[in-house]
T-cell receptor, first 115, second 116 residues
Framework: DTGVSQNPRHKITKRGQNVTFRCDPI?????LYWYRQTLGQGPEFLTY????????KSRLLSDRFSAERPKGSFSTLEIQRTEQGDSAMYLC?????????????FGPGTRLTVL | AQTVTQSQPEMSVQEAETVTLSCTYD???????LFWYKQPPSRQMILVIR??????QNATENRFSVNFQKAAKSFSLKISDSQLGDAAMYFC?????????????FGTGTLLAVQP
C-alpha cells in the first residue's frame, strides 16, 4: 500500500506522560501536514513541513508539542506532559510539489486518549 | 481569517435519492480552492470534489456535484442516486491560493446517513 500511514493507530496514556506519533507520507511527497480532530469538530491545522523544514506552526501547537521531519521523509509528532485536553485524533497528510491545487492525501490517523 | 461553516450536523437520505449538503465560508480573498472531503467511519479522509474559485463552472465528479455561489460565499454538495457507501462524515474545506502552506480550513462536518 503506498498511501499515507500513521503509527500507532491508537494510543492510551496517562496524564503527564509523553507520547510520540509517526507519519510516513506517500513516497516523493515533499509536503507534510499535521492536523488535530476532536470529537464533533473538523480537523484543525497544527503544522506544515516542506521537505525537512517546518515552515508554519499553528498557535494550537503549544510548547508541549514538537514535530520533526529529519530527512524530509517520515515525520514525528511528540506531545510532552500530556493533558486530558490533548485527547483527539491526530491526522497526517501529504502532498506533492508546488502546484497549489495538489491534493492532500490523508492517513488513517492516530487516536490519542489521555486518562 | 477564513472560516467555514456547515450548519447541518446530520442529514439522512433514502438510497437512490438525492441529498444536498450545505457549506458557507468567509474570506476576503478573491482566489482560493474549496473542497468536499468524505470521512467514512474508522477510515481515512478522501477527497470527493474540488472547485477553483476562479472557475464559474460548477465541478462535477460522477454522482457528486457542487453549487458554487461565489458572491454568496456558498458551496453546497449534491449527491445523486445515493448509495449505502456514501454514508460518512462530509467536511467542507477552504484553501488559499496564495500563501506558503496551502493548509486546509475545515468546517465542523455533516454526518450523512443513507437509509436502505
Amino acid at each position: 500500500d503506498t498511501g499515507v500511514s500513521q503509527n500507532p493507530r491508537h494510543k492510551i496514556t496517562k496524564r503527564g506522560q509523553n507520547v510520540t506519533f509517526r507519519c510516513d507520507p506517500i513516497s516523493e511527497h515533499n509536503r507534510l501536514y499535521w492536523y488535530r480532530q476532536t470529537l464533533g469538530q473538523g480537523p484543525e491545522f497544527l503544522t506544515y513541513f516542506q521537505n525537512e523544514a517546518q515552515l508554519e506552526k499553528s498557535r494550537l501547537l503549544s510548547d508541549r508539542f514538537s514535530a520533526e521531519r529529519p530527512k524530509g521523509s517520515f515525520s514525528t509528532l511528540e506531545i510532552q506532559r500530556t493533558e486530558q485536553g490533548d485527547s483527539a485524533m491526530y491526522l497526517c497528510a501529504s502532498s506533492l510539489g508546488a502546484l497549489t491545487h495538489n491534493e492532500q492525501f490523508f492517513g488513517p490517523g492516530t487516536r490519542l486518549t489521555v486518562l | 481569517a477564513q472560516t467555514v461553516t456547515q450548519s447541518q450536523p446530520e442529514m439522512s437520505v433514502q438510497e437512490a435519492e438525492t441529498v444536498t449538503l450545505s457549506c458557507t465560508y468567509d474570506t476576503s480573498e478573491s482566489d482560493y480552492y474549496l473542497f468536499w472531503y468524505k470521512q467514512p467511519p474508522s477510515r481515512q479522509m478522501i477527497l470527493v470534489i474540488r472547485q477553483e474559485a476562479y472557475k464559474q463552472q460548477n465541478a462535477t465528479e460522477n454522482r457528486f456535484s457542487v453549487n458554487f455561489q461565489k458572491a454568496a460565499k456558498s458551496f453546497s454538495l449534491k449527491i445523486s442516486d445515493s448509495q449505502l457507501g456514501d454514508a460518512a462524515m462530509y467536511f467542507c474545506a477552504y484553501r488559499s491560493l496564495g500563501g506558503a502552506t496551502n493548509k486546509l480550513i475545515f468546517g465542523t462536518g455533516t454526518l450523512l446517513a443513507v437509509q436502505p
